[in-house]
């Protein structure tokens, strides 16, 4: 199989697929079911794992990583991890809101669609090597979260959160883009292995080079809604579908963080000590400010917005660990995050409903008492986001920690163990109100709950079972996040030109020389 081809074989699945769905849906008569469409969306997202799976195989028999597109494109053990999430992401997505759109006014052909591209554009991230690159994934995955978070048009609330997540994401895009500018000026290239080795060599622009680094932070701080950078989160998420924002804060935040370990590990590693005393920072600020915030919420989507800015930062103080236990511990997180709080999300569409009828944790009074199962499922998920043993989060935060402090930021680590004590106040109180009967008997009335259909319970069950596996039998996980980290940080053999790394060519080292 040609390399290019081989390379993005995940994305040219999701692609066809999505463009199949586009194609078939204005056949179908209106008022029909658009179920079909959307288990060919589901089918070309187990696909699309597959291929990746098989693209590991492939890297494995031929111990190298899969080069594409003049080296702009690298598919290795990393990137294998992150498209095998992206892809179990988007399973479970779809999987809950196989019946969520599909209504006459749900255009659910164009939802299933645009879920698929934005797939495509996140798994493009984790494997792009170059950053000119990386913009163009952030793009496609961008646009299409933009519109998936107005779907729901005769919501006013959900147009205001697609407006304002549009505004500020290209106000974050431009941060990136002069950051690619300013890294292009400093080393002469935008290639993330030609910068690493520009500024290995030496450079007579250090600080221009942090600044580029600052500013690419900055735009993807945006992406993982990072404190300071979290002042859509809220709104956006209150605003947008359940399901959308399941998806949302899941697969395109595995995506940036996946860039950014890339760009910091692979590309600055030279200047180490000044963007782990940054990340640093931020950490802090967002595990501080997400689960102060999420305290004084009543919206159950507000506080879960707030609790995936504190997760954010849970995330961050990996990266202030030694390389390989930090890559292989974000990653594992990564993993831990998106399985439990996809489901939350799951458990929160289904009983919400469409129309989102409750929204408060007051709302959610006695809930588990009338839907046992979904009860119990939410139940578990919030555990696991505090962190309790024989949990994904247990394990996840547990593994994080451990590596920050051998990393020396014990500090940092103990604000993150205050933080995880400062969230189990809001976790708690959704948790009781579950399980409290209403005192009014007449307002059970007013929640009228769908039943649970066979595809969302099939997507709970494998969230459930996926937080579960990650807490008590992590091994196998593990494994993955250590082969990626080894793979991401072995010396990299990308074919260069002489139009890619014109800074390094200079100094008349032999890693860069013509084709």
């Not at 039943?451 to 993955?480: E, Q």
């Amino acid at each position: 199989m040609n390399p290019n081809t081989l390379a993005l074989l995940p994305e040219i699945i999701l692609t066809v697929a999505g463009v199949l769905i586009m194609v078939a849906e204005p056949c179908i008569a209106p008022g029909k079911s658009r179920r079909g469409l959307g288990w060919l969306a589901i089918v070309s997202a187990a696909a699309s794992a597959v291929a990746s799976v098989y693209q590991l195989n492939v890297t494995r028999a031929t111990l190298a990583p899969i080069h594409a597109f003049s080296g702009t494109i690298q598919v290795d053990a990393f990137s294998v991890f992150f498209h095998l999430l992206i892809a179990g992401i988007v399973v479970v997505s779809l999987l809950g809101s196989l019946d969520f759109f599909d209504r006459p006014d749900g255009h659910a052909g164009e939802y299933f669609a645009l879920v698929l591209f934005g797939a495509v554009g996140m798994m493009f991230m984790t494997s792009a090597t170059e950053l000119l690159m990386v913009f163009v994934g952030l793009e496609i995955s961008s646009i299409s979260s933009y519109i998936l978070c107005g779907f729901r048009k005769g919501i006013a609330t959900g147009s205001e959160s697609s407006l304002k997540y549009f505004l500020l994401g290209s106000f974050s895009t431009a941060f990136f883009l002069y950051g690619i500018a300013l890294a292009f000026g400093a080393t002469g290239s935008t290639s993330i292995a030609a910068i690493a080795m520009a500024l290995s060599v030496g450079t007579n622009t250090p600080h221009l080079a942090f600044l580029a680094l600052g500013m690419i932070v900055i735009g993807l701080g945006f992406k993982v809604s990072a404190a300071p950078f979290h002042v859509w989160t809220p709104d956006v998420y209150q605003g947008a579908p359940a399901p959308v924002v399941g998806l949302m804060s899941t697969g395109p935040k595995a995506a940036a963080f996946a860039v950014l370990i890339r760009i910091t590990f692979i590309g600055f590693p030279t200047i180490e000590h000044r963007w782990a005393a940054l990340l640093w920072i931020l950490a802090a600020l967002s595990m501080t400010i997400g689960n102060l915030g999420a305290l004084m919420q009543k919206n159950v989507k507000r506080m879960l917005a707030y609790s995936s800015i504190a997760h954010a930062g849970y995330l961050l103080a990996a990266f202030t660990a030694l390389p390989s236990r930090g890559i292989s511990a974000a990653c594992f997180y990564t993993a831990t995050y998106a399985a439990m709080n996809v489901g939350a999300f799951a458990v929160v569409t289904q009983l919400a409903g469409y129309d989102e009828h409750h929204r408060t944790v007051e709302d959610f009074t006695g809930a588990a008492l009338r839907r046992p199962w979904l009860g119990a499922l939410l139940s578990f998920f919030l555990l696991s986001l505090i962190g309790i043993p024989f949990t994904g989060g247990f394990f996840g935060k547990f593994y994080v920690f451990t590596a920050v402090v051998g990393g020396g930021h014990t500090w940092l680590a103990i604000v993150g163990l205050l933080n995880s004590g400062l969230a189990c106040v809001y976790y708690l109180r959704l948790l009781a109100a579950l399980y409290t009967r209403h005192p009014h008997e007449k307002g059970n009335d007013r929640a009228v709950f769908t039943k649970l259909s066979l595809p969302a319970a099939l997507g709970l069950a494998g969230s459930a079972l996926a937080t579960l596996a990650l807490g008590i039998i992590p091994g196998r996980t593990l494994d993955l996040t250590n082969a990626a980290a080894a793979d991401l940080l072995a010396p990299n053999t990308a074919p260069y030109t002489s139009a890619n790394c014109p800074a390094i060519q200079s100094s008349n080292t032999p890693d860069c020389q013509p084709e």
